[in-house]
């Protein structure tokens, strides 16, 4: 084994090693990111627990590398939006508790069982609800397990907070995109300037 | 002026019944640890009901004594932190920030009272207990220290409510889980900050004493001692 | 390539692929669309009712939104409902007021136990042998149908029998209801812990045959005969808060308090003075206070013990110093506490648990009503009264003869063949709680044919050929007449806090399915399609005998109901005490009788209910397989009992393994050595010893109820269990699990402010 060849050996193991592991660290994965707070069900599994199901897994969130997420529908806010809709018609709740919640597929159908019937994207829509089934709408914001962020809307919202100001302009976007990088630093710097509390418990318990 | 939260523990009332304990567990995601763990030592009853036997038969008295974080003023646990995940609040908590602990455990050496508790394992449910768990309440993983928080999550929210209704917490309204659970009424939370309140005006009873205070730990929680067969002045009206 | 070049690139590539792990990482399972219209992360409160102890708690459940796996059509998805998440107190409902107990906390794993029965079973194995297979609900109600039908057929309706819990309310009525209509035999109720004696007392005294309630709120001297009533007994929490309100609830004014059993039990830990007697004296100790009484004129003399030979020549048999050894209390101790008791009203006295379970047990509760009545706390504030209760208006009263008819069962069963053809179980476990001397495992082999609607497998359940499982209590509709703790008329009433998780159908929904499809008689007398439609009907019923005062409709007076978790009269108003039903001579004492020669077996096996497991039904919870017990701290075992002295001189040491033997059986148990327990005495919690019952409690400790004597109270005919004596012996170094330091130290009692 340690032969002369044992540096070029070495040397393409590394690279193999490094290779595979980068293309496993940034690919994108189709599977639900967790929700903040908590770590995502394994289906296949008897016990419930925190722990990553992979050291994968764990680096990636330790490094923060998360998949762009790849939407079932290709919904867009910016149609919505233009069509004379507001953030709270659809995202009900987010002045009242702590998520802004996506509506399930019978909300969306109140609408779309007649409003544009023939685009392909509603008629997938329609699919979904005739098989009893919810759109399986992957996040796009949200936070690492591990940070223990307990965040809240409504006091951002009540404090007049817009929506845009986290979240981006959603009339440019089509299918959400994460155009603000929720970093501890966003957050701490809008904190600081309006002199809201930045002591650790605030968010982190 | 900002809340200092504190406790009053009534020994004249507490029949060590634990409704505290399990609450307790329900409300704060505390995992089960099981028999074999249990024996190690390792299970995490953030507050626990010490149990004390005087004298010997047929004279004998028992006395209860349930035991929690003090959330101390001058917490022995907060300065031997290496990364400051425990660190004390304004209004008085002694917090705990799970994702800054790196489990050296320091502050469980430190701390007199035994009352912070280690995740030795990934804490582990049987499906689907899991779906008990509280939305907000972190699941802590391997590696952190736990404790009682005096349900920081019911303060925080009992806060957001009180500023969307702009209007002052009202006394009462904020309870632990321990607290309201407790069937004798012997737990009361407030403002140590408001002289009126109910925490204040008990803490100021005769029968008052500190936990250990001779070690100068400042605690927050004050245990008012079990009375004799005398007529009690500082009853409140129940 | 070469050998060792392939092994170096194939070490690389695994070494990746451990790090992605093995199994199925991109299965996902389906969403389904959510059934309900939840705001995620706000929480909703329900209001519902506790079923863990027989006291009757309004709870509080607070929902909210989660993701569960649940089947839908055949198919495993996730969707999105309300989740109980933790319970309170209701803070309205008379009972409780707002507090719970652990026991009541604990009630959420019920509904999230992993080995919950999850859907209808049917037995492939022998009988017992735990194999089942799962079936769907119409085989499996075509299964329950064709063996009542069978019945009906052959005419041999008599031969069906129901054994339950004890039941109460309108869940009771739809019991009694379909057997009395089916032509069935009258259900029969089992528990351990059995409150016939009380029962048997308070109607001979009192003119109720129920538990009494106590306003120990007002009290300022309450003497208890081993009645846990800060644990266990009765409505442990109703007793609470009010033991809270006597201590430090009322300014200028503390109540004192005095424990008086062998061994101190959780409540006695918080007495004044804990003063043991011996086994089975509680009612001499009794008579001895109401002889001083009496002798030195504390009170007006009164007929109240006329139930009681000698009460009216002044019980002369019951003077502190004729009483002293046979009870073991020091006479001074006697007079000085009837001294105490009558200068201090109100006094009042309570009796339960060990102490109504000796042979005498009716003696001593006669005994402990006719102090109460010379004391004068009968029907008064600071005494004992009786929750006002129409059997009309809140469903079927409770049932007082749980142990007794478990044995008639058994009996009969074993002496007739095919008395009983079919048997409905529900939620009832004699098989782990009655002594092997009842034979109630033998007799239920013997019947042919056993339906269980319990959620899940236990000693009892285990032996049924279907399974046709309950929802657990958050699931389902719920009502409840409880029979203490508060003097108001309560009915309980709450719809279900959450959707079922499982393939399972309420017990009530099951026999309405079944009374509809028999037809006939059965059909008629039980009209409704589900529970909620005749829970609505009793409740118009009710609404009509109330005078219209609750709302200005019946319809109102439902959805109110539904609301608050129930109705209850506006007053506090108990209900009257009558001169009760004493018939017959005056009692004497007659007892206690043991089994077991004192010279063979020395000691008194003293059983009590322990605080998380009750009487062994909590057992498979894992919250109280942890909590720690109260007095010794152990956690997921059981122990032994034993005094201080006794165990140095048998060099028994903290945590060895005791045997405890007697003429029926032994077991086997770590010791834990106290004080607060007599020389003569040892004692052992129910609960643990389970032989399946789940992950948690299988295998886990042992039975004290499988050593007792089979002896009987003979008024009750109910299972005397603290009438076995035992022996002890040390068998080596055991394992018990403690949460906690040493029991020996002083408290701090550090003065700083």
Redesign the interface.
């Known amino acids: 084994m340690f032969g002369r060849s044992f540096n070029l050996w070495l040397g393409i193991g590394i690279v193999a090693c490094v290779t595979v592991l980068g293309w496993m660290l940034f690919k994108s994965s189709p599977r639900a990111e967790a929700q903040s707070g908590s770590p995502s069900p394994a289906p296949d599994s008897d016990v419930f627990t925190p722990a990553h199901r992979t050291v994968l897994q764990a680096v990636r969130e330790y490094f923060g590398i998360r998949s762009t997420p790849v939407q079932p529908i290709a919904f867009t806010h910016k149609v919505h939006l233009a069509n004379g809709l507001q953030c709270t018609d659809c995202h009900v709740g987010v002045d009242r508790g702590p998520d802004a919640r996506i509506p399930s597929v019978n909300f969306c159908m109140t609408c779309h069982q007649v409003i544009a019937t023939d685009k392909p994207e509603i008629k997938k829509l329609a699919a979904y609800r005739a098989r009893g089934e919810d759109v399986p709408w992957q996040r796009v914001y949200g936070f690492e397990p591990s940070a223990h962020v307990k965040f809240n809307h409504a006091p951002h919202i009540r404090a007049g907070v817009d929506c845009k100001v986290c979240h981006g302009d959603m009339t440019t976007q089509t299918v959400a995109e994460r155009k603000v990088d929720h970093t501890m630093g966003f957050c701490i710097g809008c904190h600081r300037q309006q002199n809201a509390s930045v002591d650790c418990v605030t968010c982190h318990y | 002026m900002a809340h200092q939260w504190g406790m009053v523990i009534d020994l004249d009332r507490c029949t060590g019944c634990e409704a505290c304990v399990v609450a307790c567990h329900a409300e704060n995601n505390i995992s089960t640890v099981g028999e074999d763990q249990a024996a190690r030592g390792r299970a995490k009853h953030w507050i626990r009901v010490e149990r004390y036997y005087e004298g010997e038969f047929p004279d004998v008295k028992v006395k209860f004594m349930p035991v929690l974080c003090q959330q101390c003023d001058a917490a022995p646990c907060e300065p031997v932190c290496p990364t400051y995940a425990t660190h004390h609040t304004a209004e008085g908590l002694n917090s705990q920030i799970y994702n800054r602990c790196i489990g050296t455990r320091y502050c469980a050496n430190a701390c007199p009272y035994n009352v912070r508790f280690f995740n030795f394992y990934n804490p582990v449910w049987d499906k689907p207990l899991h779906l008990q768990l509280n939305p907000d309440v972190s699941v802590r993983t391997v590696g952190v220290m736990e404790k009682c928080t005096f349900c920081v999550q019911r303060i925080k929210a009992g806060e957001i409510q009180a500023e969307a209704e702009k209007r002052e917490v009202k006394d009462g309204e904020i309870q632990p889980a321990c607290v309201q659970s407790c069937p004798t009424r012997a737990m009361v939370f407030g403002d140590l900050n408001d002289p009126q309140s109910e925490v204040s005006r008990m803490a100021r009873s005769n029968r008052a004493t500190k936990l250990l205070g001779e070690l100068g730990t400042l605690p927050k929680v004050t245990y008012l001692q079990r009375d004799s067969w005398h007529v009690g002045e500082d009853a409140r009206t129940d | 390539m070469e050998r060792?070049?392939f092994l170096?690139?194939s070490?690389?590539?695994g070494?990746?692929a451990?790090?992605?792990?093995c199994?199925?990482?991109?299965?996902?399972?389906?969403?389904?669309?959510?059934e309900e219209d939840l705001?995620?992360?706000?929480a909703a409160w329900k209001p519902s009712i506790c079923t863990q102890c027989p006291a009757g708690c309004g709870l509080l459940v607070r929902v909210?939104q989660?993701?569960?796996?649940v089947v839908?059509?055949g198919q495993?998805?996730?969707i999105?409902m309300g989740?109980?998440?933790?319970?309170?107190?209701n803070p309205n409902h008379p009972i409780?007021q707002?507090?719970?107990?652990?026991r009541?906390?604990?009630g959420?794993?019920v509904?999230?136990?992993?080995d919950r029965v999850r859907t209808p079973l049917a037995r492939t194995g022998p009988r017992g042998s735990g194999q089942f297979q799962e079936i769907t609900w119409d085989d499996a109600l075509k299964q329950l149908v064709s063996h009542l039908s069978a019945l009906q057929a052959s005419r041999e309706e008599g031969r069906l029998a129901f054994l339950t819990t004890p039941l109460r309310g309108y869940r009771k009525s739809l019991v009694s209801g379909f057997a009395a209509a089916f032509k069935g035999a009258p259900p029969v109720e089992f528990a351990f812990f059995d409150d016939s004696v009380i029962r048997t007392a308070n109607s001979s005294s009192f003119g109720h045959a129920s538990p009494p309630t106590v306003d120990l709120?007002q009290s300022n001297y309450v003497i208890s005969l081993g009645a846990d009533f800060?644990?266990t007994w009765n409505s442990?929490?109703a007793q609470?808060?009010a033991?809270?309100?006597m201590?430090?609830?009322?300014?200028?004014?503390?109540g004192?308090f005095i424990q008086v059993e062998p061994r101190?039990s959780?409540?006695?830990?918080?007495a004044?003075e804990?003063?043991?007697c011996k086994p089975g004296t509680e009612g001499v100790f009794a008579l001895s206070l109401a002889h001083v009484i009496l002798r030195d004129k504390l009170r007006p003399g009164s007929a109240a013990g006329a139930s009681i030979e000698g009460w009216s020549q002044g019980l002369p048999d019951y003077a502190p110093e004729k009483v002293e050894t046979q009870t073991g209390v020091p006479a001074a101790t006697i007079t000085r506490i009837a001294h105490e008791a009558a200068a201090n009203a109100p006094a009042v006295a309570l009796i339960g648990d060990g102490a109504t379970a000796h042979t005498n047990g009716l003696f001593n509760a006669l005994a402990v009503n006719a102090l109460n009545a010379l004391l004068g706390s009968v029907g008064k504030p600071g005494g004992i009264s009786f929750t006002p209760a129409g059997a009309s208006q809140t469903g079927k009263a409770a049932s007082s003869d749980f142990g007794a008819s478990v044995r008639a069962l058994a009996e009969k069963v074993l002496s007739s063949p095919d008395a009983v053809k079919a048997l409905l179980l529900y939620n009832a476990n004699p098989v782990f709680a009655t002594p092997p001397g009842w034979r109630v495992r033998e007799a239920l082999d013997k019947v042919p044919f056993i339906a269980s609607f319990g959620s899940f497998v236990d000693e009892t359940s285990a032996l049924a050929d279907l399974i046709l499982p309950d929802h657990s209590p958050l699931e389902s509709w719920l009502d409840d007449a409880p029979p203490s703790g508060s003097a108001r008329t309560v009915a309980s009433l709450a719809p279900p806090a959450m959707m079922p998780?499982h393939n399972t159908r309420a017990m009530p929904d099951v026999l309405l399915d079944v009374a509809r499809q028999l037809g006939g008689d059965l059909a008629k007398a039980l009209p409704w399609k589900t529970y909620d439609e005749a829970l609505q009907a009793a409740f118009t019923t009710l609404y009509r005998e109330q005078g219209n005062k609750a709302a200005k409709d019946a319809d109102e007076f439902w959805s109110k109901a539904q609301e608050q978790g129930g109705w209850w009269s506006a007053e506090e108003k108990p209900a009257g005490v009558g001169a009760g039903k004493a018939s017959g001579a005056p009692m004497r004492n007659t007892g206690p009788q043991f089994e077991g020669a004192a010279g063979e077996f020395p000691f008194h096996l003293l059983p009590f209910a322990a605080?998380?497991w009750y009487d062994g039904s909590l057992a498979h919870l894992?919250?109280?397989?942890?909590?720690?017990d109260?007095?010794s701290?152990v956690?997921?075992?059981s122990w032994v009992e034993i005094?201080?002295?006794t165990a140095g001189e048998r060099g028994i040491q903290q945590g060895d393994l005791v045997e405890v033997a007697s003429q029926h059986g032994t077991l086997r148990a770590p010791a834990f050595v106290?004080?607060?327990?007599?020389?003569d005495v040892v004692a052992m919690p129910i609960g643990q010893g389970h032989a399946n019952f789940t992950?948690y409690a299988k295998d886990?400790g042992a039975n004290p109820i499988l050593i007792l004597a089979p002896m009987t109270i003979a008024e009750t005919g109910s299972l005397a269990w603290s009438a076995t004596r035992v022996k002890i012996s040390r068998v080596g170094k055991g394992?018990m699990?403690l949460?906690?330091?040493s029991?020996?130290?002083?408290?701090?009692?550090?003065?700083?402010?």
Not at chain 3, 39 to 42: D, E, K, N, R
Not at chain 3, 247 to 254: I, V
Not at chain 3, 623 to 628: L, S, T
Request: with cysteine; aromatic share 6%; proline share 11%.
């Open positions: 060792r070049d170096k690139i070490a690389a590539g070494a990746a451990a790090l992605e792990g199994g199925n990482p991109d299965h996902q399972l389906i969403r389904f669309i959510p705001l995620p992360g706000i909210m989660g993701e569960a796996e839908r059509n495993l998805g996730i999105k989740l109980a998440k933790k319970l309170e107190g409780n707002g507090r719970l107990c652990p009541g906390q604990a959420l794993q509904t999230y136990h992993p709120g800060l644990g442990p929490v609470s808060i033991y809270g309100m201590r430090k609830g009322r300014p200028g004014q503390r004192k101190i959780q409540t006695g830990a918080s004044d804990w003063i043991p998780l605080q998380m894992p919250w109280m397989q942890e909590a720690p109260p007095l701290s956690m997921w075992g005094n201080t002295q106290t004080p607060g327990i007599a020389p992950r886990r394992k699990v949460f906690g330091g029991l020996t130290e002083a408290p701090p009692e550090s003065r700083h402010r």
